[in-house]
């Protein structure tokens, strides 16, 4: 049966319907390994699936949460994914059962997992996958402390680790969620401010709510509160800044939805290639379906790669009483100071904090240095794919120069500009690694690509309107890149 490796003791289930203290692996006993990975969430699960895959590595995994999946242990309850369950998770296994949905704002379109479903998801991959392999030791509820040596959260004993290869840190990224974030803003004593995850039992008691934060936490609460029922004139939604939001119809893989797909990246290229000036490239993006606003009045300066669908946009714009006055600052019985001003409340109101800024925005690193490896994004708002593509080029590879040629990390967007250079290190990665037959091979058929969904269209003809996409693509990438490179010297 598998075995979960705590610092002390082998359980062999969650219950603890079998917990038994084991001398062999008691705490204090080096533990000796090729790889240490450092975060069992989305990106070290699926950075240690590919290097099962590529490699014969011995690999330890060390986490602060007591099950897989990261963030997603302190998720809100209705959260789900940004884009299809086919885009998300390891390489080896899928996620979901790649339907289209029948009913709500995602009908039409590939399932969006759930987080129960992505927490369950990263557990049955621990279980019935790495730990079977006997060549992966999870230890949750512990922590690396950079120096050589791991301490349980419980006992607090100590092991040294020895690492053979890699230090993987698969954290780098700082996932802040609301639940665990600490707010930027003063709450006087008797104001009941909540995370979205009290939502479900705590807003059945309330009439009025205030929605605090504009990101895409923000407008998963907005549409919960109108899918609950909440009337769209007892909310109000204090947003600092306006976003621009990713189609989610123009996310789709699989067949069915191929021209719509390969059109859109040919539009936005065309918009990249052409656009005047930054504000400029996002209204021509609007334009061809690539991004939606929620206020068209309002010119948006924010940018995080945020996916939404048209629905929930609509329900979105029915709520009116929208605050643009900057930040909060305090929030009082009866009143909200923000930055821009004042704003009276009800004594009664419930405030829902949004304001975790979800992936931080930390400094770009080498990708790969001497013994340690720090997972970032190397593909376009593709985080598992990213974290997939850097295990298979350190199997594939010894050089690190050159594998940080091939995995320059592409720093986290969080305004309008950071589209330009987001997108342009996305083009110049996809041309060095389609100029390697091998590389250009995996990645095509990586699950992560949705390629599990769609056919294979390069064998044979393609269709009339197929090979006219592909021909206004390849006419508007090489003047995307040059365009982009002008824009981003002004």
Known sequence: MPVYMTADIE?????????????????????????????????????????????????????????????????????????????????????GSNRIEAVGFNRG??????????????????RERFLPSGRVRYFPMSEYDNAGQMRSLLSGETRDVAVGKKIVDASYCQTSVPATHTRGYQVADNVRVVAPNALPTIAPAHRRFTIVGAGKTAMDVGVWLLQSGAQPQAIRWIVPRDSWLINRETTQPGDEFYHRFMAARAAQMEA?????????LFLRLERCGQMLRIDPSVMPTMY??????????????????VVRLGRVRRIERGAVILEGGEVETTAEELYVDCTASALG????????????????????????LSAASIAHVEARFDDDALKN????????????????????GELRVQKQWAEDPALRQWVSEHRLTGSNLRSKRTDGPLDPESKAIRERLSLAIPRAIANLERLMAL
């Open 304 to 321: 995080r790669s945020a996916t939404i669908s048209a629905g929930e946009v609509e329900a979105l714009r029915c709520i009116k009483n």
């Open 11 to 95: 359980v062999t289930d969650y219950d603890g319907s079998a917990v038994s203290a084991v001398n062999r692996d008691r705490a204090g006993q080096r533990v000796d390994t090729d790889y240490l990975i450092v975060g069992a969430g989305a990106l070290g699960m699926t950075f240690a699936d590919q290097l099962l895959t590529d490699t014969d590595a011995s690999i330890v995994i060390v986490d602060r949460h007591h099950m897989p999946g990261g963030h997603w242990n302190d998720a809100y309850p209705f959260v789900r994914l940004h884009q299809p369950s086919a885009f998300y998770g390891a390489g080896s296994r899928q996620l």
């Open 361 to 384: 925005r930390r400094p770009t690193r080498p990708v790969f240095e001497d013994g340690r490896i720090t997972i970032q994004t190397v593909r376009a708002a593709l985080f598992c």
């Open 272 to 280: 990249a290639a052409e656009a005047s000036a930054v504000e400029d």
């Open 405 to 424: 040629r091939l995995c320059p990390p592409l720093a986290l967007p969080n305004s309008c500009e950071d589209w330009l250079p987001m997108t342009l």
């Open 109 to 126: 379109y590939f399932e969006l997992a759930s987080a129960a479903e992505v927490l369950s998801y990263f557990d049955a991959l621990m």
